[in-house]
């Protein structure tokens, strides 16, 4: 197994301890702890995306894993937040389902010989997604550690945050099966 895949199985090891520092408030400094995670495993995302494309390192099994690991790491903060009251269940339902409309898509184009990369669009709502997260992370690191009073708005700014997601992650949805919607009628 090469380092790239190695880097993508790590992010997946750590979603479970991330989760942990994030749920279990009993752990000191757990808000913090979580954010420290989570960058982590979003520094490897980055990590292991470079090494495969500068050393010619990609693999099939990297093509898999990597978008997988991507959603459960994303996916497993998005969840967590609603258990916290920091998200709408419906502004993460929102984002899942886009998530499996266009993965959907991308199977059958793959199977019609087509490979589809991600658009601008796609970027961006992955970049608002990740940003939004370290900053919901964030504000509760600080509250966990006594820098931003309990009064602070957590849950407004959080699901504000959390719905900005949303709206981008419904437009570049509808754009990118809009631009691939041939797919749809392509056949082999």
């Known amino acids: ?65 990597d978008p997988v690991a991507d959603k459960v790491l994303v996916f497993a903060a998005l969840i967590a937040f609603i258990e916290l009251s920091c998200a709408s269940a419906v502004a993460v339902v929102i984002m899942m389902a886009r998530e499996f409309l266009v993965s959907s898509l991308r199977m059958v184009a793959a199977g019609n010989g087509t490979v589809i990369a991600a658009g601008k669009l796609g970027k961006l709502k992955t970049a608002v997604t990740m940003v939004s997260i370290v900053a919901v992370l964030a504000i509760l690191a ?17 699901n504000v945050l959390v719905w900005i997601s949303a709206a981008i992650t419904v437009v570049s949805g509808v754009e990118y099966l809009w631009v691939n919607r041939a797919q749809f009628t392509a056949s082999k």
Request: glycine share 6%.
């Open 1 to 65: 197994m090469n380092t790239p895949n190695k880097l993508t199985l790590l992010r997946m090891i750590l979603v479970p301890f991330f989760l942990l520092f994030l749920l279990v408030e009993e752990i000191p400094l757990h808000g913090l702890w979580a954010l420290v995670i989570f960058a982590a495993a979003s520094i490897t995302d980055a990590m292991d995306g470079h090494i495969a494309r500068s050393r010619n390192l990609i693999t099939d099994f990297g093509k898999f894993l």
């Open 142 to 158: 600080l509250m966990d550690t006594g820098l931003l009073g309990a009064s602070f708005p957590m849950a407004l700014v959080s």
